[in-house]
């Protein structure tokens, strides 16, 4: 698909990160949850467990070369899902996107998938795992609308919040890259892309 040639919805800019409210269009939406099934047949969603021993609301997988992990030994990248196979690909249709908004001259190592169904939510934390932190983090939601809540560099002071909706992208960058973010809650019923309903978010990272 010409991404870079079709006409695509003008940037927010929010505390540093541009918003792209819209940019996949509902087709480019359905193309690419079906490109995320291939995916999770592969590498199927896991809960991770939090260092504490508590599992995470969220479900996960991930795509490319590194995908997150977390476990008793810790949050970390690993080049194997917990059942060690390695990851798939990035869908080429994941990787356009990427290449469309980020401007970055290298690809990204990690496509990491979160799935919120009815009551998940994300607590506020930094994403400062990875080497090199000038590299952008683009973030792509599909389905049902999610309250994103984003702060500061540090814990604490004034937070604001927005409503990310299906076929809305993210790309964090510059001071942006290192604000406390997370996501409160999500808004069952909100969206018909996925037919039991929930939350996707995409994240695409540089890691080494
Ligand atoms: C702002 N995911 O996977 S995406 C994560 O919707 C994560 O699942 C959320 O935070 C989600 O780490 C939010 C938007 C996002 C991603 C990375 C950021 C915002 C960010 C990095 C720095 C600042
Ligand atoms: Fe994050």
């Given at each position: 698909m010409p991404m870079e040639t079709e006409k695509r919805p003008a940037a927010q800019k929010i505390r540093g990160f541009l918003h792209y409210p819209g940019w996949l269009s509902p087709p480019e939406q359905r193309a690419l949850r079906d490109d995320l099934r291939g995916v999770v047949a592969a590498a199927p969603l896991f809960s991770p467990m939090t260092p504490y021993g508590k599992e995470m609301s969220v479900r996960m997988t991930s795509a490319g070369r590194f995908g997150w992990v977390s476990d008793r030994r810790g949050y970390r990248y690993s080049e194997?899902?917990?059942?060690g196979s390695p990851w798939p690909a990035i869908p080429p249709s994941i990787l356009a996107i990427w290449r469309a908004v980020s401007e970055s001259a290298r690809d990204p190592e990690c496509c990491l998938i979160n799935f919120y169904s009815e009551g998940a939510k994300m607590g506020l934390h930094q994403d400062?795992?990875?080497?090199?932190?000038?590299h952008p983090v683009v973030s792509i939601s599909l389905g049902d609308d999610g309250l994103f809540r984003i702060g500061n560099k540090t814990r604490g002071g004034k937070t604001e919040s927005l409503w990310l909706r299906s076929g809305d992208v993210m790309v964090m960058e510059g001071?942006?890259?290192l604000l406390y973010h997370g996501i409160d809650r999500i808004a069952p019923g909100?969206?018909?892309?996925?037919p039991k309903g929930g939350r996707i978010n995409i994240t695409l990272r540089v890691v080494t």
């Open positions: 194997t899902h917990p059942n400062r795992d990875e080497a090199d932190f000038g001071d942006a890259r909100t969206s018909t892309l996925l």
